[in-house]
């Protein structure tokens, strides 16, 4: 009779266990998936999303199109995109979210932004208690990604006039990830962050003496510096080459992708 009662016990406590270790061991193999890139199927409406309003997927190849794809996908499987003053995020708002993110890191391979689990969503701009200002987006070192859904529309809207609140929101993300230690750690060569910052400071002082190819704003740091040279890099490419080849070379090998390319329009080797 006693044997019954241990195998019962056994039985309930087997069972118990199973129900404590299978969410952690259902989110390790999801994280080993993004990781490995396992996720490859995008979801239809997302694809929808990138086909008709994302230029960057648009002019890529076939080959490309389905790294991107599936590197969108892996982007939203991991997030939290949380709505304000929404009811919810909707799908073009997260894939076009994502497919930010994943243009400025395509030149990585596997770069997810594992610091930033949740992405805020906001209508228009938005009051911040802190500042006691009003942002179109910003990123916060806990890990939040937050961004104005007009805002992040308008910067895509005209895609060659050098202002794109979404990968502006976005380098700072990459800034911020290189720099936390996690397994996304230190993925740019630090001999090309130290080049970057010395050419944004000469940089910035030619924004302060009146040269003007990079807005005013660039010069507020080395952070708002590269935020802004991210902008230009991808929406006026050869226009910043021709400008500051120099600085240009340096953005491609810390991104490790030439836009100029991407868009296929004269291509000029680095
Ligand atoms: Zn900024």
Known sequence: M???WVVIGATVLLGLLRV?????RKKQLQTRHVATGILKQLTPAYRKELEEHFPYFQKLDPQNRRVFAARVQAFIHSKEFIPRGYTHVNDRMKALIAAAAVQLTFGFRHLNFSHFRRILVYPDNYYSQITRRYHQGEVNKKGIIVLSWRNFVRGYADENDGRNLGLHE???ALRLENAIANEEFDFIDPAVLRQFDELAMQEMERIHSGENFFRLYAA???QEFFAVAVENFFERPHAFFDYNPELYKCMVRKLKQDPRQWLRIDPIPV
Do not use: C, G, R
Not at 20 to 24: E, G, K, L, M, S
């Open 170 to 172: 976005m380098a700072h």
């Open 20 to 24: 404590w270790i299978n969410p952690v």
């Open 220 to 222: 507020t740091n080395l």
């Open 2 to 4: 006693q044997d019954i």
